[in-house]
T-cell receptor
Framework: SQQGEEDPQALSIQEGENATMNCSYKTSINNLQWYRQNSGRGLVHLILIRSNEREKHSGRLRVTLDTSKKSSSLLITASRAADTASYFCATAPGAGGTSYGKLTFGQGTILTVHP | DAGVTQSPTHLIKTRGQQVTLRCSPK?????VSWYQQALGQGPQFIFQYYEEEERQRGNFPDRFSGHQFPNYSSELNVNALLLGDSALYLC?????????????FGSGTRLTVV
């Protein structure tokens, strides 16, 4: 089953614009991760935010986490054509459970950045 | 430093056959997870191996089985293939004792069942 739901399903922007993707989840989490996938191949880990963190930055990426709303957002600033890919959020279950190693992915957002 | 290596890249099998997919984790990683990704969907967790044992399992039937070897490499076996098993199968690895750590994924094996 898919815990995360991402919004929008598809996003089309021009180079230089910012892209914002949102993710909602249902159960308690230990951390939330964002991955990128190009052309249906392997996933690349972008950033991880722990349940006790509210915001994290990595280069042009900014992730926020609101555990009270069970939601996260990924912001890509000054987008480039090379950012064109599918982006997935994935949640790791809350500590204390037996499923700490399992990631539950959303269905992803397809981002297209036009040159 | 090689990342996660999966073989083969592509595979075509006939319904009812059996298939074995292979994964070598990134150097220094000991935990291996397998995911199934249908077209247009997010990956779904199949199972995870650590210390040569299956530690967690997702909602997949017993037709899906695996193994981890002493060198941490892993195999995914699927018996009695169904058309619905057609998907991209992804292997991911993680360093020891790093539960709060992102996974490194391989490029996947594209399985087509005809």
């Amino acid at each position: 089953s898919q815990q995360g739901e991402e919004d929008p399903q598809a996003l089309s922007i021009q180079e230089g614009e910012n892209a914002t993707m949102n993710c909602s989840y249902k159960t308690s989490i230990n951390n939330l991760q964002w991955y990128r996938q190009n052309s249906g191949r392997g996933l690349v880990h972008l950033i991880l935010i722990r349940s006790n963190e509210r915001e994290k930055h990595s280069g042009r990426l900014r992730v926020t986490l609101d555990t009270s709303k069970k939601s996260s957002s990924l912001l890509i600033t000054a987008s480039r054509a090379a950012d064109t890919a599918s982006y997935f959020c994935a949640t790791a279950p809350g500590a204390g459970g037996t499923s700490y190693g399992k990631l539950t992915f959303g269905q992803g957002t397809i981002l297209t950045v036009h040159p | 430093d090689a990342g996660v290596t999966q073989s083969p890249t592509h595979l075509i099998k006939t319904r009812g056959q059996q298939v074995t997919l292979r994964c070598s984790p990134k150097s220094g990683h000991d935990t291996v997870s397998w995911y199934q990704q249908a077209l247009g969907q997010g990956p779904q967790f199949i199972f995870q191996y650590y210390e040569e044992e299956e530690r967690q399992r997702g909602n997949f039937p017993d037709r899906f089985s695996g193994h981890q070897f002493p060198n941490y490499s892993s195999e995914l076996n699927v018996n009695a293939l169904l058309l619905g098993d057609s998907a991209l199968y992804l292997c991911a690895s993680r360093p020891p004792g790093q539960e709060d750590y992102g996974y490194t994924f391989g490029s996947g094996t594209r399985l087509t069942v005809v």
